[in-house]
């Protein structure tokens, strides 16, 4: 899947065959075009990948993604300094972390007792203005989701299987899916001290490592997605799990352990 923009579309086929190391390769139709429309839809053809696997979502897994989050945004910067006019294709639209979200998932919140952990979470992070805070860190071409489900393995080099989601955002944004989700449809998991391991591998192997500043957010961003996916799928959504809310909370007490020891 490429999207519905087809100047996107266009510019991620040729992305993918300009960044090999890290993307499937794409293949032409009869005509020497990458693209197909189907309905509004836009696709792609690209290789099978056999013999590959996805990796135990453990500390070493995390260790060897931020390395290779950091050799891949150092590729994606490259290509679009040598593709300065494709910039805009990849502008997201919308503002999913303006202070009005917040306000937002504080309402929704407040309507059950039972949610006032995460309510107290959420009227934190309004009173530190993290909306203003999550404006400040540098934008940069990202992957943007990169899920467990969404990388597969190669004797340890990674193939992205889906990246309509390439966009220029906060590179902090980059660590909320692999740090968070299995899959897209999962409940989230987050693994004990795998933040401070991603990060000290990204920085290792980064051009442009994480600031102090960076470092400092990031856990809130964490908890912010924690209860956004909590509020979005339980409350508006509905969805019956009833263990959802345990869930969530155990996530969010394991990240606030984490910043209480550093």
Request: hydrophobic letters at 35%; zero cysteines; aromatic letters at 10%.
């Amino acid at each position: 899947f490429r999207g519905n923009s087809i100047e996107k579309a266009e510019l991620l086929s040729q992305m993918t065959r300009d960044i090999p190391n890290f993307f499937p390769k794409n293949f032409p139709k009869v005509d020497g075009s990458f693209i197909s429309r189907i309905g509004e839809e836009l696709y792609g053809l690209e290789e099978f990948i056999s013999n590959s696997l996805l990796k135990t979502r453990d500390l070493n897994y995390f260790s060897l993604l931020g390395d290779k989050i950091g050799h891949l945004h150092k590729e994606l910067s490259n290509f679009i300094k040598s593709n300065s006019e494709s910039g805009r294709l990849l502008v997201p639209k919308g503002d999913y972390m303006s202070e009005s979200n917040f306000v937002s998932l504080y309402l929704d919140l407040s309507k059950n007792e039972l949610n006032k952990y995460l309510l107290s979470n959420i009227e934190n992070m309004i009173k530190m203005q993290l909306s203003q805070q999550l404006t400040k860190p540098p934008k940069q071409v990202i992957h943007r989701d990169l899920n467990h489900s969404n990388i597969t393995w190669i004797n340890g080099i990674p193939k992205i299987v889906d990246y309509e989601t390439i966009q220029i955002s906060s590179r902090l944004n980059e660590f909320e899916s692999p740090l968070l989700f299995k899959g897209n449809m999962e409940k989230p998991e987050y693994i004990r001290n795998s933040l401070e391991v991603i990060v000290n591998s990204y920085n290792k192997s980064s051009k442009n490592p994480l600031s102090i500043e960076e470092k400092k957010i990031l856990p809130y961003l964490l908890k912010y997605i924690l209860i956004k996916n909590f509020v979005v799928r339980k409350i508006r959504r509905s969805i019956k799990d009833e263990s959802y809310l345990d869930n969530i909370t155990r996530n969010l007490k394991i990240i606030e352990g984490e910043q209480d020891v550093n």
